[in-house]
Every structure is written in C-alpha cells, then in structure tokens.
C-alpha cells in the first residue's frame, strides 16, 4: 500500500498560530500572511507578518495579539 499523502500545511499548525490569526482577523489586520520557516531558522517555526491602516492601528493589532496570547498562557516571541 502506498503512503497516505501528507496533511495540509494547515492542518499542522499549532494552536497558537490559529490564535494569533483570530486575534487579526477580530482586529481588521490586512495584508495577513503566515509563513511556514520550518527549516529555515532555529528560532521559529511560523512568522506571521500583518499590516494595518495607520501607526495607531497596528499598534491596536500587535497589543491584542499579545492580549490574547497570554490569556491562553503563551507569549508572542516577538512584536515588531
């Protein structure tokens, strides 16, 4: 028998990345992309890059993700 096919990319995503995509969509983030750097670099495993429509509204964005994030327990590794 062959090998089952692989899973989606999606379907392996962490919890935490399905949080911080929640947290952006409740935000109006635009210009969301998540990134899958599996392999590419020892400090993470996905980067999430997210834009909004003014200083003040990123700012919004990047404070409820980490709102959000520690009320699950967990922490962003970086906000930028």
């Known amino acids: 028998a062959s090998p089952a ?3 989606p990319a999606q379907s392996r995503q962490p919890p ?3 949080l911080v995509e929640d947290a952006l969509d409740d935000m109006k983030a635009v210009d969301v992309r998540v ?3 599996r392999g590419m670099t020892d400090i993470a ?3 999430v890059v997210a834009s909004g429509y003014s200083d003040r509204h990123v700012r919004s964005i ?3 993700v980490v709102e959000k994030s520690k009320a699950a327990g967990t922490r962003p590794f970086g906000v930028e």
């Open 5 to 7: 096919p692989a899973a």
């Open 16 to 18: 935490q990345l399905k």
């Open 35 to 37: 990134l899958d750097v």
């Open 45 to 47: 495993d996905w980067m």
């Open 62 to 64: 990047a404070d409820r």
